[in-house]
């Protein structure tokens, strides 16, 4: 039942996707020079990794830098990736996740690899959010927020 929702919503969601996609793509050289979209390892249903999609919103950064340290995200940031961050359509992308299966409409977010493992170990029960496919958005998203580190995640999934 879960899963026919999600493809039902998909679906519905997959020309607005296809749409911005095709408009990125010819506006992207202006706005965001660089690859349209990006993607990231993180830690799926069952502790599985799978490939999570996104509308990139940030510049990109040298091999050069990322060995040295990162710039902090908010100077990565273009204007652009602003507006997509804050109407959360950057996320709009793992449609295709849920076509492929990876992703629910609705479920705990995924959490990037190495933060998940950490979690695992000092979290008794962060195990519980595996046991769902992950989602584009949820209940701790939309009234808890994005939690940054252990304590706001423990927070999270009390």
């Not at 999609?53 to 940031?77: A, H, L, N």
């Not at 493992?117 to 519980?128: A, G, M, N, T, V």
């Not at 949820?138 to 706001?152: T, W």
Request: with cysteine; charged share 25%; net charge positive.
């Amino acid at each position: 039942m879960k899963r026919g929702f999600d493809l039902f919503g998909a679906l519905l969601l997959l020309p607005l996707t296809v749409l911005l996609i095709c408009l990125l793509y010819l506006l992207n050289p202006v706005l965001n020079p660089g690859p349209v979209l990006f993607s990231q390892v993180r830690m799926g249903r069952g502790c599985k990794p799978f490939r999570v999609w996104k509308f990139r919103s940030m510049r990109e950064v040298s091999q050069i830098v990322r060995q040295t340290g990162d710039p902090p995200e908010q100077d990565r940031m273009t204007p652009f990736g602003k507006l997509l961050r804050k109407t959360r359509l950057d996320e709009l992308p793992q449609v295709f996740n849920v076509l492929r299966g990876d992703m629910s409409l609705i479920g705990p977010r995924p959490d990037y690899i190495h933060h998940a493992r950490d979690y695992l170990d000092q979290i008794p029960e962060y195990r519980r959010r595996h046991d769902v496919r992950p989602g584009i958005s949820g209940y701790a998203q939309v009234h808890l927020g994005y939690a940054v580190g252990l304590e706001a995640t423990r927070e999270k999934v009390r």
